[in-house]
């Protein structure tokens, strides 16, 4: 796990900065999102985030290094590696979930046609509870 000390990061000391350090970059949330939606392999967290190969290689090291997510080895030659959740990026999917809501509710066009694409591949953690649907 990584523990930041808050008097060494830049601004104010506060513990969103911290976690900012860690998931802060747009990739690391969108691999965070693919692990939980079962994409667990490099080639499927890269289709699902559309992010280069180099960026998503950048993350996993990262995140593993925060112990985020773990890497477990599925075959030995050439290594390959299924890529897991930890209790830490566990507890994360109630702020995927809650930008979900807010990206629904106020980023995305009420008629964009890919609207509701989530949904066909969405688990209960990823669940949509926004305003909207919850009026229906």
């Known amino acids: 796990m990584t523990i930041a000390a808050l008097a060494e ?18 990739w690391a949330l969108l691999v965070i999102r693919e692990l939980a939606l079962g994409n667990t392999r490099f080639g499927g967290i890269v289709t699902g985030t559309g992010a280069p190969r180099d960026r998503v290689a950048a993350r996993l090291k990262s995140l593993g290094d925060a112990d985020v997510i773990t890497r477990v080895a599925y075959q030995s030659t050439p290594p390959r590696f299924d890529y897991q959740l930890t209790e830490s990026g566990r507890a994360l999917l109630p702020v995927l979930a809650a ?10 066009a009420a008629d964009d046609p890919d609207r509701d694409r989530h949904l066909t591949r969405s688990r209960p953690q990823l669940s ?8 229906r």
Do not use: F, M
């Open 99 to 108: 930008l979900l809501v807010w990206g629904k509710d106020h980023v995305v």
């Open 9 to 26: 990061l830049p601004g104010r000391p506060c513990p969103i900065a911290a976690a900012l350090e860690v998931v802060g970059d747009r």
């Open 128 to 135: 949509d509870t926004s305003r909207e649907t919850q009026a």
